[in-house]
């Protein structure tokens, strides 16, 4: 199994360009979340689906960040614009459940400038 | 909401030193626990969780946690320390009858000691 695939790795932007970051799940997992990380907030919870269908997205710090998940297989997070206090290292996971454990990808490492 | 209470910042044992690293948490219903570990740059990798049953859980790497429910606790365990645990430790709680929402907390660095 290839695990949760995410890209790109890394991206330095510019502040007010548009970011988009992608995450292909694990096949047969029906659970999706984005999570981001920093030094200051620790692991926040962005957004999460269950079947590609958006359950709790009260994490989404504001209209700038928007996430899709058009099939089972595939999830972006968009953030537009950009700003500095927007870079961190984003994480996709996938679970085999609802209520399972959490199977992470290597993250994105954002840098706006 | 839901709530995971890891106190202390960094762990520091010497190598072949028992290591524990703790975890309170607090929900409203009956908790799902999981701890996971972090190496730099590097996603998480799931190492235990406690769903239900016997309270001690035996998980990758030697690792086991420790269900108490009177103390709301889920620490984490190592009988004998590594060089290569030296990493950071997530604790974290879903809240089954919550809003299912996965808590996590803030991470422990752990430094094991040659």
């Known amino acids: 199994d290839a695990g949760v695939i995410q890209s790109p790795r890394h991206e330095v932007t510019e502040m007010g360009q548009e970011v988009t970051l992608r995450c292909k799940p694990i096949?047969?997992?029906?659970?999706l979340f984005w999570y981001r990380q920093t030094m200051m907030r620790g692991l926040e919870l962005l957004i999460y689906?269950?079947?590609?269908?958006?359950?709790?997205d009260s994490g989404m710090p504001e209209d700038r960040f928007s996430a899709k998940m058009p099939n089972a297989s595939f999830s972006t997070l968009k953030i537009q614009p950009s700003e500095p206090r927007d870079s961190a290292v984003y994480f996709c996971?996938?679970?085999?459940?609802?209520?399972?454990?959490?199977?992470f990808g290597e993250g994105s490492r954002l840098t706006v400038l | 909401a839901q709530s995971v209470a890891q106190p202390e910042d960094q762990v520091n044992v010497a190598e072949g030193n028992p290591l524990t690293v703790k975890c309170t948490y607090s929900?409203?219903?009956?908790?799902?626990l999981f701890w996971y570990v972090q190496y730099p740059n590097r996603g998480l990798q799931f190492l235990l969780k406690?769903?239900?049953?016997?309270?001690l859980v035996k998980g990758s790497y030697g690792f086991e946690a420790e269900f108490n429910k009177s103390q709301t606790s889920f620490h984490l365990k190592k009988p004998s320390a590594l060089v290569s645990d030296s990493a950071l430790y997530f604790c974290?709680?879903?809240?089954?009858?919550?809003?299912?929402?996965?808590?996590f907390g803030k991470g422990n660095q752990v430094v094991v000691i040659p």
């Open positions: 096949s047969g997992h029906n659970s």
């Open positions: 929900v409203s219903g009956n908790p799902y």
């Open positions: 996971a996938s679970s085999p459940t609802s209520t399972g454990e959490l199977f």
């Open positions: 689906f269950n079947n590609n269908v958006p359950i709790d």
């Open positions: 974290a709680v879903r809240d089954l009858y919550g809003n299912n929402r996965l808590a």
């Open positions: 406690y769903i239900t049953g016997d309270n």
